[in-house]
Each structure stands twice: as structure tokens, then as C-alpha cells.
């Protein structure tokens, strides 16, 4: 098992509407959870992070956790065209642990 | 502050030649990472420092790879001999000391062996 699992994707949506994207990891000592977005030829881009259970909302941005079932998300509400990347779901028990990334596309 | 500075941006040298990527990490932090990127394997940790003490090397592929920090503002990342299947991106984070923190990523090294 990958210590950190992600819907592989592609993921397409239209414009405006809500982009879901999944994480599952496997080490319950984790403690802190991360959302990078990657542009093509870029690096990574811190853009959420969580802590605790529950939903964390940032503008546009809301990321939930649930550490009973190893699980958090990121739901993009109102996506933009500009919104399409790949998202990497990274998890730091003591060190930061990736996901392989969701390529998401937004179609205007 | 300038971030993470990488250097060279763009590497392209001969199978069996010795290639050295750098890096600068941001000024107060005392955490780095190396960390390769590929479209097979996706974005690798292969090696990471606290207070320029190496941690954790066990993502090293192979003894053709180092990594030293000599001090608190400066890393390097060696292979020798490279090879064609170590063509990817090699990305420097660097972190706060809080299991909390998010990394910062430099630019990257686009390394092609041919």
C-alpha cells in the first residue's frame, strides 16, 4: 500500500462548477496534511493545509479531514480555468510524503 | 526573501559524467529536501536534512547518489556516474522545524542524461 493514495484522474469539470479531489494515507501518526498545486513545468505550491478534523475554508478552497478514516479532500467551489493543475496531496508524519498527484482541467 | 534557489535551472550531459545540483535554502530554515520527480513515479523524497544533518537517506536510489550540506545555506546533490534513467526533476524544499510547516519548493533542475 502507498503511504499516500490519490484519485489518479484526470479529472475534468466545467467552469463554475465544484472540483472534489481525494487523499488516503496509510500511517496514523500523521500529523499534519497538505495541498500542493502544480502547474505544468512549475514546482509545487503550498495553497491549504489542515490539522484537525474537520473542514478548513480558504476562499474558493476548502480542505477536510478526517483522520478515523485517513482521509482528506480538497473541494474547489467555483472553479476557473485557471484552477487547471495537477493537485498533490502531500502528508508529514515526519517528513513530507506525496501523493502521484490529480490532473484536474477546467473547461470554460 | 529570494526562496529556494536551485541551480543550474536546465542540465543536459553524457551518461557517465558526474552532475551536481545546488541548492539555497530560505534564510531560518533549518530543514531541507531533495526530492525527483517523474511522470512514472511522481515526486520522490530521496534524501532530507535537519540543522545540515542528513535524516533520512533511504530514498537515495543507488550509491551513484549524495547529497552533502556543509552548512546551513547551501546543498548539493551529486550523481556519479549518471545515467539515462536519471533524467526528472529534481526539486529543493526547504521548511520551518515544525512537523507543521509546509515545505517551499525551489524551481527545480531539468536534468536530461543522454
Known amino acids: 500500500q502507498k503511504e499516500v493514495e490519490q484519485n489518479s484522474g484526470p479529472l475534468s469539470v466545467p467552469e463554475g462548477a465544484i472540483a472534489s479531489l481525494n487523499c488516503t494515507y496509510s500511517?496514523?501518526?500523521?500529523?499534519?496534511f497538505f495541498w500542493y498545486r502544480q502547474y505544468s513545468g512549475k514546482s509545487p505550491e503550498l495553497i491549504m493545509f489542515?490539522?484537525?478534523?474537520g473542514d478548513k475554508e480558504d476562499g474558493r478552497f476548502t480542505a477536510q479531514l478526517n483522520k478515523a478514516s485517513q482521509y482528506v479532500s480538497l473541494l474547489i467551489r467555483d472553479s476557473q480555468p485557471s484552477d487547471s493543475a495537477t493537485y498533490l496531496c502531500?502528508?508529514?508524519?515526519?517528513?513530507?510524503?506525496f501523493g502521484a498527484g490529480t490532473r484536474l482541467t477546467v473547461k470554460p | 526573501d529570494a526562496g529556494v534557489i536551485q541551480s543550474p535551472r536546465h542540465e543536459v550531459t553524457e551518461m557517465g559524467q558526474e552532475v551536481t545540483l545546488r541548492c539555497k535554502p530560505i534564510s531560518g530554515h533549518n530543514s531541507l529536501f531533495w526530492y525527483r520527480q517523474t511522470m512514472m513515479r511522481g515526486l520522490e523524497l530521496l534524501i532530507y536534512f535537519n540543522n545540515n544533518v542528513p535524516i533520512d537517506d533511504s530514498g537515495m536510489p543507488e550509491d551513484r547518489f549524495s547529497a552533502k550540506m556543509p552548512n546551513a545555506s547551501f546543498s548539493t546533490l551529486k550523481i556519479q556516474p549518471s545515467e539515462p534513467r536519471d533524467s526528472a526533476v529534481y526539486f529543493c524544499?526547504?521548511?520551518?522545524?515544525?512537523?507543521?510547516?509546509?515545505?517551499?519548493f525551489g524551481s527545480g533542475t531539468r536534468l536530461t542524461v543522454v
Open positions: 524544499a526547504s521548511s520551518l522545524p515544525s512537523p507543521l510547516g509546509g515545505y517551499t
Open positions: 500511517d496514523r501518526g500523521s500529523q499534519s
Open positions: 489542515i490539522y484537525s478534523n
Open positions: 502531500a502528508v508529514n508524519p515526519n517528513d513530507m510524503r
